[in-house]
């Protein structure tokens, strides 16, 4: 299988690179060698490469920033998606692309399906569900991917601050009323790959076969301030902390550039009943993630 990555250094792309290796060529870029921005060499690169398979981990991922970088979060979340959407569907590969809980507003109550309407808050929010919609248009071999609050071991996240946060505050101040899924890139990641190993010879017609988008993330969810304390208690270095109290702390505590909706849970049914796979509950997917060796 011939796999183009793009943005094999971010969070998911680091760890799709990995996944995928035994799947055949894998060729991965980032920025600068790919600028999403630049969508003629973009097409380009594409035409150049023929892949069978395009992985888009790309994303502008800067929640709060993107309020006063509206048009690189557009270029780079809604446009170019439809740009390697519109490629893929000229060379004939299938095009993965990823998106995120917060396409919904958080107001539901309860986890989202695919079916429930969006309403997305926020620049970042907006972009990347404008995205989805440029892949939904532009070819019909697609997967869309949406996961959420996604976190890695290497590279500065939610769950590597709160370890900063430990080693340089004695009381810390979570939000118990954010409430999302956890999801180890490196599971989302194998998912990925596992689905792609599953095509037997004809990624088109696999990925054809059931094009659209799916919820793919950690399961069970939890809020801001579990997730943390499962962090804390998981730390593979826990002597290092020096936090003595968590407190409990609201949302509207911590006023932020972008606003954050409250509760996106993603209800994953639908990918587990179309290929029968799911992704480890989120505090079985955190202790791995932590082991040392990782
Ligand atoms: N992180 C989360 O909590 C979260 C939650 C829900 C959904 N998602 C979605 O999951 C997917 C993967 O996210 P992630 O956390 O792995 O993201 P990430 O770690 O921020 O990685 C994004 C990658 O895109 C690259 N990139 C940004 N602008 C670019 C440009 N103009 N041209 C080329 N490359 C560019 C970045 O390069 P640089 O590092 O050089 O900027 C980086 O390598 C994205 O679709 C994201 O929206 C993420």
Known sequence: MKILLLGNTGQLGFELERSLACLGQVQGLDYPQLDLTRPDEVRQLIRAARPQVILNATAYTAVDRAEQEEALAMAVNALAPGVLAQEAHQVGAALIHYSTDYVFDGLKGSPYHETDPTNPVGVYAVSKLAGERAVAQNTDVYWT??????????????ATKVLQWSRQQTRMRLVTDQISNPTWCRMLAEMTANLLAQAKGDVYAWVRQHQGVYHLAGGGYASRMEWAQEILALDPNKSEQIVQEVLPAKVADFPTSAPRPLFTALDCSHFEQTFGLTLPFWKDALRLAFQPGR
């Open 145 to 158: 991917f949406r996961t959420a609050w996604v976190y890695s071991t290497r590279r500065e996240c939610f």
